[in-house]
C-alpha cells in the first residue's frame, strides 16, 4: 500500500534550522505533485510548499516564502523541506501529501497524507 512517512521534526530555536523528509513507497512517485502541510493545535490545515512532478516548478505559502524550500529526489522517491529562520509561528505538526491530477496547495485533490511530524519552534 502507499506510504508517505514524514522526519526530521524536532525541538528548535528560534532562528534556527530543520530539515524535513517524505519518504514515499507504494507509487509511482514521479507521477505526482507533492506538498507539504502543517496544522497548529486548533487551527486548520494550512498549505505550506508544494512541487510539480518534475521539481521544476515550486509553491510557497506567503508566510514561509524566503524562509522554507522544498525539493524532490525522484530517484529516491523522496521529497524535502529545507527550514531556515525558523519562528515560533512555524510551531505544528507538518504532512507530507502526494497529488495524482493536481499540485497539492489545498487539502481538496490530495490522494494521499503522512502521518505527520512534530515542529516545535521556542522563543
Known amino acids: 500500500q502507499v506510504q508517505l512517512v514524514e522526519s526530521g521534526g524536532g525541538l528548535v530555536q528560534a532562528g534556527g534550522s530543520l530539515r524535513l523528509s517524505c519518504a514515499a513507497s507504494?507509487?509511482?512517485?514521479?507521477?505526482?505533485?507533492m506538498g507539504w502541510f502543517r496544522q497548529a493545535p486548533g487551527k486548520e490545515r494550512e498549505f505550506v510548499a508544494a512541487?510539480?512532478?518534475?521539481?521544476?516548478?515550486?509553491y510557497y505559502a506567503d508566510s514561509v516564502k524566503g524562509r522554507f524550500s522544498i525539493s524532490r529526489d525522484n530517484a529516491k522517491n523522496a521529497m524535502f523541506l529545507q527550514m531556515n529562520s525558523l519562528k515560533p509561528e512555524d510551531t505544528a505538526v507538518y504532512y507530507c501529501?502526494?497529488?495524482?491530477?493536481?499540485?497539492?496547495?489545498?487539502?481538496?485533490?490530495?490522494?494521499?497524507w503522512g502521518q505527520g511530524t512534530q515542529v516545535t519552534v521556542s522563543s
Open positions: 507504494g507509487l509511482t512517485f514521479s507521477n505526482y505533485a
Open positions: 512541487i510539480n512532478w518534475s521539481g521544476g516548478r515550486t
Open positions: 501529501a502526494a497529488a495524482r491530477n493536481t499540485i497539492p496547495v489545498v487539502t481538496t485533490g490530495i490522494n494521499y
